[in-house]
């Protein structure tokens, strides 16, 4: 049985969950008992990309959204490993997921999620992470962004050196959240987004960018993005080579790593 937390050079996975090349693996699912392949015609965001043959996963009990594939667990794990042992940050963690593979990483996390307030979800979501290991570097907090975000780094009187922004995906919230992100990063900082095939979501890259970050583009299923500055640096991922990938046109300004 492999270990939740090791690093697993040639673990079996399905044809349809692709992993980057060169990037270190981890394979936490026996963590997350409830997760399952989804069934893509139970989503009806107009923004998921049904026609990316990779797996889909959910939770059982909300099968109706999707967590990040495994090739996108991999860029916040690999990217996590590059910052092992500073402060991190996640805005929006649904099931705890992707908090587990940033946790995995090496990083100390803030995780910042409404849903955390409800009994049910704060105690699956510390149960899979006391499973794999990263409970203790993990703070959950229950609450809103911005205003979360701002209450919290004066709390801890902090900065975050990595920040993966997905929470509420709907405009004005994700170029909110960047905006409140955006002076409480370090000076040697990397933002990380999910879901850009949404143009609210890409707004937050868009600020970004026009405030003189360096951009990169992740062409993953539902693409990812980064934005640094400094001395930090996104990682490198190779686009799966069966699939013919496109870019939507609010994206096409952008750099796709690997292309």
Known sequence: MTKTNEVVPNISLSSWDYISP?????????????????????????????????NWYVDKDEPFIGFLNRDETHILYNTALKFAGKKALEIGCLRGWSACHLALGGVELDVIDPALAREDVYENVSTSLRLAGVIDSVNLVAGYSPQKVE????????????????????????????????????????????????????????????????????QTMQIMGAAWRGNAEPVKHQPDPKVNWKLPKHLEDYSVSGL
Not at 37 to 42: C, F, H, Q, R, S
Not at 161 to 182: R, W
Not at 188 to 216: C, M, R
Request: hydrophobic fraction near 40%; aromatic fraction near 10%; charge should be negative.
């Open 151 to 218: 209450e919290l780094a004066k709390q801890l009187q902090r900065k975050w050196s990595l920040i993966f922004i997905d929470g509420d995906h709907e405009a004005q919230a994700p170029l909110n959240d960047t905006i409140v992100c955006e002076p409480l990063a370090e000076d040697d900082a990397l933002i990380l987004f999910h879901d850009l095939t949404s143009p609210d979501v890409a707004q937050g890259l868009d600020y970004l960018k026009e405030k003189g970050w360096n951009t990169i583009i992740y």
């Open 22 to 54: 060169d990037f270190e693996v981890v394979h936490p699912d026996s963590s997350f008992p409830n997760m399952i392949i989804g069934d893509l015609n139970n989503c009806y965001w107009s923004y998921l990309r049904r026609e990316i043959p990779h």
